[in-house]
């Protein structure tokens, strides 16, 4: 079965600084995808990036980049310029594609921005 | 709708008490999905339905939980004689189709309290 592993509960950051938030995933498929949400206080779960493992480009969305290493089977996230409006839990999560409809998710990362 | 909805927003019971939650997904969206979001605990998937398909009840943790889909769109999740382990955020997604693109749309969730 895959498992989505991050290891950083907390994380903090200062306002405009950077913050890395890291994931690791189990997988024996070659193909898959990948993503980050991120869940406000307000609970509803917003889609933050995706990638494609058969893509070596990392994704990059406006200030949210990853850094996908497909061998070492890690998914970080990068966060520049941090907001006050950061301030979430972070899920990474995976998923198979083809005809598998589930997400496998992390425990999550709590990350605070500091003004 | 414009988006996921998803009722009551909190809900307080005895242990013992049957409660049902309700998701009233995104207009057109073909598939829908709950999780269950424990306190320190990433997602746990419940279950899924897509169309007219034979809903995928794997997740489902004990036969005290079940859930229906009338019409493809609402579905209702009961859960009997509640336990205080049942106590968490369970939240319902809905989507096109197929989860390879990742773009599960969640709704608030329903935050569950079993005294």
């Known amino acids: 079965a895959q498992t989505v592993t991050q290891s950083q509960p907390e994380m903090s950051v200062q306002e405009a600084e950077t913050v890395t938030l890291s994931c690791t995933y189990d997988?024996?498929?070659?193909?898959?995808?990948l993503f980050w949400y991120k869940q406000p206080p307000s609970r509803q779960m917003i889609l933050v990036i995706r990638?494609?493992?058969?893509?070596?480009q990392n994704a990059t969305e406006n200030r949210f980049s990853v850094n996908f290493q497909k061998a070492a089977k890690s998914f970080s996230l990068k966060i520049s310029d941090s907001q006050l409006g950061d301030a979430a839990m972070y899920f990474c999560?995976?998923?198979?594609?083809?005809?598998?409809?589930?997400?496998?998710f992390g425990k999550g990362t709590l990350l605070t921005v500091n003004p | 709708g414009a988006g996921v909805s998803q009722s009551p927003s909190n809900k307080v019971t005895e242990k013992g008490k049957d409660v049902e939650l309700r998701c009233d997904p995104i207009?057109?969206?073909?598939?829908l999905y709950w999780y269950r979001q424990s306190l320190g605990q990433g997602l746990e998937f419940l279950i899924y339905?897509?169309?007219?398909?034979?809903?995928?009840k794997s997740g489902l943790p004990s036969d005290r939980f079940s859930a229906e889909r009338t019409g493809g769109s609402v579905s209702t999740l009961t859960i009997q004689r509640t336990q205080q382990e049942d106590s968490a955020v369970y939240l319902c997604?809905?989507?096109?189709?197929?989860?390879?693109?990742?773009?599960?749309?969640f709704g608030e969730g329903s935050r569950l309290t079993v005294l």
């Open positions: 997604a809905s989507s096109r189709g197929r989860t390879d693109t990742g773009e599960l749309f």
């Open positions: 997988t024996s498929e070659s193909d898959y995808y």
């Open positions: 990638q494609e493992a058969y893509k070596q």
């Open positions: 999560a995976y998923n198979s594609g083809g005809s598998n409809y589930k997400l496998t």
């Open positions: 207009s057109g969206h073909t598939a």
């Open positions: 339905f897509q169309g007219n398909s034979a809903p995928d």
